[in-house]
């Protein structure tokens, strides 16, 4: 079946532009997870939703940073007045159930976010 | 809180040499740990998992124990290949509720003829 997918897969903001980032999970999917990967760096965690609630959001680095999964699917990632430090790869994950630590998260190809 | 270091790269081999990728962590509980690869292009693959203490994972030829004592989840092959190439990133799943990763930094491994 279809994996996760992310658009754009690519995008070049000026610093102070706003921009959104999709994810459409594996359909069935419960939990969704952002992380940002910075160059050369491991991916580190932005926020997680369980269906469309959004249990933690500790990872996001400022209030700039927003992200909604309004009907349990699909989510977006808004970064509002972007700065250069913004610039990275944007991974979104899901998992087809809620809780366990054993579960498998599977990743989308990410978003290349370049801030100039 | 939960971390990982993991063997910093680029790490060159030859075609059939034997691999070891080193990767320690530090966590309470007891968290499930993974190897993910990134293929040049490509996104995050899981390349295989360990959820308790001397459970092996294992898929492609390459395999990692869980050792608890030593906090350690070290990825190894005993015959890369140039396909291999790629970088490797060690992890760990949070005990407990949902599972929110914590990744090491990577490491890049390449394979020549």
């Known amino acids: 079946g279809a994996g996760v997918s992310q658009s754009p897969r690519y995008k070049v903001a000026k610093r102070g532009q706003d921009v959104a980032l999709r994810c459409d999970p594996i359909s069935g999917h419960v939990s969704l997870f952002w992380y940002q990967q910075a160059l050369g760096q491991g991916p580190e965690f932005l926020t997680y939703?369980?269906?469309?609630?959004?249990?933690?959001k500790s990872g996001l680095p400022s209030d700039r940073f927003f992200a909604e999964r309004p009907e349990g699917s699909v989510s977006t990632l808004k970064i509002q007045r972007t700065q250069q430090e913004d610039s990275a790869v944007y991974l979104c994950?899901?998992?087809?159930?809620?809780?366990?630590?054993?579960?498998?998260?599977?990743f989308g190809p990410g978003t290349r976010l370049l801030v100039l | 809180g939960n971390s990982v270091t993991q063997m910093e790269g680029p790490v060159t081999l030859s075609e059939e040499a034997f691999l070891t990728i080193n990767c320690t962590y530090t966590?309470?509980?007891?968290?499930?740990l993974f190897w993910y690869v990134q293929y040049p292009g490509e996104g995050l693959q899981l390349l295989l998992k360990?959820?308790?203490?001397?459970d092996k994972g294992s898929n492609k030829g390459f395999e990692a124990t869980y050792r608890k004592e030593t906090t350690s989840f070290h990825l190894e092959k005993g015959s890369v290949q140039v396909s291999d190439s790629a970088v490797y990133f060690c992890a760990l799943g949070a005990s407990g509720g949902y599972q929110k990763v914590t990744f090491g930094t990577g490491t890049k491994l390449q394979v020549i003829p």
């Open positions: 939703f369980q269906n469309e609630a959004q249990l933690d």
């Open positions: 360990a959820t308790k203490a001397d």
């Open positions: 994950a899901s998992s087809l159930a809620s809780q366990g630590a054993k579960e498998t998260q599977y």
């Open positions: 966590a309470t509980g007891y968290p499930s």
